[in-house]
């Protein structure tokens, strides 16, 4: 086989035309999928990622934010690899795991306890079991287009539409299937709303057993959330005796504590994963004693018995511990004021083509628009099809152009970069932005 991606000859299509026979649909994973077939990697190098063919390719996706120091960081996987020669899992716990719990817990006074899992799904599933289990209450509150990982629960109005979303959210299920039960206990408001949002959560108030929220939310262009609606939420959350359960999941990138050391959030359960497994499965909930004790064996059976095969494995929590010390606040700082060029050149550029887009984000976190409507929570960020289209057309030509980023023109940074990548991506959608135009 010879050619590059999207050749009907590359390695690429060769890999793919394999996996169809053993795959549905040739996949395992939904979110990679790049028509007319994915690109297979072979390798990453610090911040770029070498596929089948041997293309290079400046890597902003970072595997959707898992990858803070970007592929292969030589600490990293010599943590791993050291792990490895040790032993890859046990039925018994492992020093590697109180040390990625100390590091943790060292980064904000909120965590005082953590409970680790396998990915952030299963965080987001293991604290709203904590909430019901400590309030005995059945429902959650969650913002309306905010992604919380593949729980069903988590997953309602994930991806609701104009037709279907009303006046006030409406629970809307993502998938065929999802029971009436399911829509039943899931409260759905609108982002950065704190009228709407307290009118909505008092009506279900004594059916509540907490409420969800991401701080800033992909879905939504990573805009934060308010400081007022913050406020409202924890205020509300504690007069109707719910939880708050604060995603972190992508967002404790953002801060040496996450999110909420910038914006004074006061959870009371706090999801992780990605970035504190160095690139390894992981997932985490995390908080003070107090409501962490819904896990504590030692009185007797928990109110909540929370176990997994690979929970706290010691290559994942030997590689988190190290991706977590190769992040203190001075390299979050730099990574925020590339993220800062990054924008402003992507801004200055769409406003010069004059085509209808539009870049947001914070921090080291970036997402292009197929519109040009201001945004502030999901309705507004909502792309029609059409909209959609202008993406995945962009997408394709920086991908062409040897940059990786999102469909939904999400991007990463990570710290090998520096203002060299940083500008060369931003050259080269100098030439791409025209797929953004209008057809």
């Known amino acids: 086989m010879t050619g590059v991606w999207p050749s009907e000859r590359s390695a690429s299509k060769e890999y793919y035309d394999r996996a169809v026979s053993v795959m549905p649909g040739g996949i395992t994973r939904i979110q990679p999928w790049q028509d007319p077939f994915p690109v297979y990697a072979e390798r990453g190098e610090g911040a770029y990622v070498v596929d089948v063919d041997g293309t290079r390719r400046l890597d902003m996706m970072n595997n959707f934010a898992t990858l803070i120091h970007g592929h292969a960081h030589p600490v990293i996987v010599a943590a791993a690899q050291a792990a490895m020669q040790r032993g890859t899992s046990f039925a018994l716990p492992t020093p590697a795991e109180v040390a990625l719990a100390e590091a943790i817990c060292a980064r904000t006074d909120n965590f005082e306890w953590v409970r680790f899992s396998n990915s952030g799904s299963e965080a987001i599933m293991c604290a709203i079991k904590a909430a019901r289990a400590l309030t005995g209450r059945p429902r959650i509150v969650k913002i309306e287009g905010s992604y919380h990982g593949m729980y069903d629960y988590a997953e309602v109005s994930l991806d609701s539409a104009p037709a279907n979303w009303g006046n006030d959210p409406r629970p809307v299920g993502f998938s065929k299937g999802v029971p009436q039960g399911v829509l039943d206990d899931v409260i759905v408001i609108p982002f950065n709303d704190c009228e709407a949002g307290e009118r909505i959560i008092r009506a279900g108030r004594e059916h509540i057993a907490a409420i969800l929220v991401d701080p800033a939310p992909g879905y939504l262009g990573f805009t934060p959330i308010d400081r007022d609606f913050a406020a409202m939420l924890r205020r509300v959350a504690s007069d109707i005796g719910a939880l708050i359960i604060l995603d972190e999941v992508i967002s404790f990138r953002m801060h040496f504590g996450g999110a909420q050391t910038l914006y004074g959030l006061e959870p009371d359960f706090t999801t992780l994963a990605k970035i504190i497994g160095g690139g390894f499965p992981i997932g985490a909930v995390a908080g003070r004693r107090a409501v962490m004790k819904v896990f504590d064996h030692r009185q007797g059976k928990p109110l909540l018995p929370w176990s997994g095969t690979f929970t706290g494995n010691p290559v994942s929590t030997a590689a988190g511990k190290a991706a977590l010390d190769l992040l203190p606040q001075v390299e979050i700082d730099r990574l925020e004021l590339l993220g800062t060029r990054l924008r402003r050149q992507i801004a200055g550029m769409i406003a010069s083509s004059g085509v209808p887009a ?33 993406l995945r057309r962009l997408q394709a030509a920086m991908l062409l152009a040897g940059h990786h980023m999102s469909s939904r023109g999400m991007g990463f940074l990570s710290t090998p970069m520096s203002e060299i990548e940083v500008d060369a991506f931003c050259e080269a959608f100098s030439r791409c932005v025209g797929a953004l135009g209008v057809t």
């Open 358 to 390: 539009q870049i947001t984000g914070i921090a080291s976190m970036f997402q292009i628009h197929g519109h040009d409507r201001t945004i502030s929570d999901y309705r507004t960020a909502f792309h029609s099809p059409e909209e959609a289209a202008r």
